[in-house]
């Protein structure tokens, strides 16, 4: 009697959630980590004391700490709504909820969570700790890092005060909404495509039991909070030093190069780390530069800046920051100017 074998199928998109290789690696000891942290930062705090502090003036110490309260501080509210959002995913959102409103391939889920990143109001700093709360819920990597990229750039508060920041000038909102779709979607897609599991560290939260739903929101956002907190500190203070640092007459002195102001303006906005529902009203007081570097300025910030290289570096690690990063601000640059450039 001929026997027959039924040979296995592909695997589901969503069978495994999250996929083994998402798992992130063994890592030290939270008490060996601390005492290493504390250690340096003491290293570093009398190192200042004795070699910074002495030459810094008064003004400068003053204009620092006011640049990195006001970034810490404008932070904060959307950092928490962000953790917030990502707890209840983990704790309340069971995984299969996702595997229906995305669609199965995660080609096409990369649009998808572009497309809902329109209608979730927040800042870059809300967006990291909501993207990693997807991926531990078993959304692909490539549709969570879109919704990541889109959600502060072209929610409706954004883009509202972009209107109200450049009155009479629709261009300038519909060009900020097209260029940071299409940097969010190309974003995904290139990670889909050539992105590597082991490049990734995701969080892993198993689905709480349903009489434990609580507990487990109140521990996933303490965990978060006090991790992503603690890079919004580092990211704030990079970039309030660079804003005292770097001489404004630098940046102005090369409005008039086209393609120059347009990659001053990109690293500009990396640099000073300003909120995506305010970085509109900077970009329109920039009266020397062209409407396609203060577009650059626009896309860039809300998906590159030092918060979020810190934060992202918090969350996904090293090896995905050294590869996400650059490729979105080249990505960001190159539309920018595409967009910028067909609207004028």
């Not at 990291?128 to 709360?133: L, T, Y």
């Not at 050539?194 to 349903?210: D, K, N, Q, S, T």
């Not at 650059?296 to 992202?312: E, N, R, S, Y």
Request: aromatic fraction near 8%; charged fraction near 10%; proline fraction near 8%.
């Amino acid at each position: 009697m001929e026997r027959t074998t039924t040979m296995p199928g592909p695997p589901e998109p969503y069978a495994e959630l999250p996929p083994a290789d998402w798992a992130p690696p063994r890592r030290a000891s939270p008490g060996r980590r601390a005492a290493g942290t504390f250690a340096l930062l003491a290293l570093v705090l009398v190192a200042g004391r004795l070699w910074v502090a002495p030459r810094l003036q008064v003004g400068a110490l003053d204009a620092w700490a006011t640049i990195f309260i006001a970034i810490c501080v404008q932070a904060l509210p959307f950092l928490v709504f962000g953790v917030a959002l990502s707890a209840a995913i983990t704790a309340f959102v069971p995984a299969r909820v996702w595997t229906r409103v995305l669609p199965r391939r995660p080609a096409a889920a990369v649009p998808v969570a572009g497309a809902l990143g329109a209608v979730l109001p927040g800042c870059e700093c809300a967006s990291v700790p909501v993207a990693g709360g997807l991926m531990a819920r078993g959304v692909a990597p490539a549709a969570a890092l879109t919704f990541l990229l889109a959600a502060p750039a072209i929610n409706p508060i954004v883009l509202v005060a972009t209107a109200i920041a450049f009155p009479g000038q629709p261009a300038m909102v519909a060009g900020r909404f097209v260029a940071s779709l299409l940097v969010a979607v190309l974003a995904g897609w290139a990670w889909l495509w050539f992105g590597r599991g082991r490049w990734l560290r995701v969080p892993r939260r198993p689905e709480a039991a349903a009489g434990r739903r609580w507990e487990a929101f109140a521990e996933a956002m303490r965990h978060d909070l006090m991790h992503a907190g603690g890079f919004l500190v580092v990211g704030g203070a990079a970039a309030a030093t660079i804003n005292v640092v770097v001489p404004r007459e630098w940046v102005t002195g090369i409005a008039g190069v086209p393609v120059l102001s347009v990659l001053t303006l990109a690293v500009l906005a990396v640099l000073m780390s300003i909120c995506s529902e305010a970085d509109a009203f900077v970009a329109a007081s920039l009266t020397a530069f062209s409407p396609t570097a203060k577009l650059a300025f626009l896309v860039v910030g809300p998906m590159v800046d030092l918060k979020l290289i810190a934060l992202q570096t918090g969350f996904f690690g090293r090896s995905f920051a050294i590869r996400f990063i650059p490729l979105t601000f080249v990505l960001a640059v190159t539309v920018s100017i595409i967009v910028g450039e067909a609207l004028t």
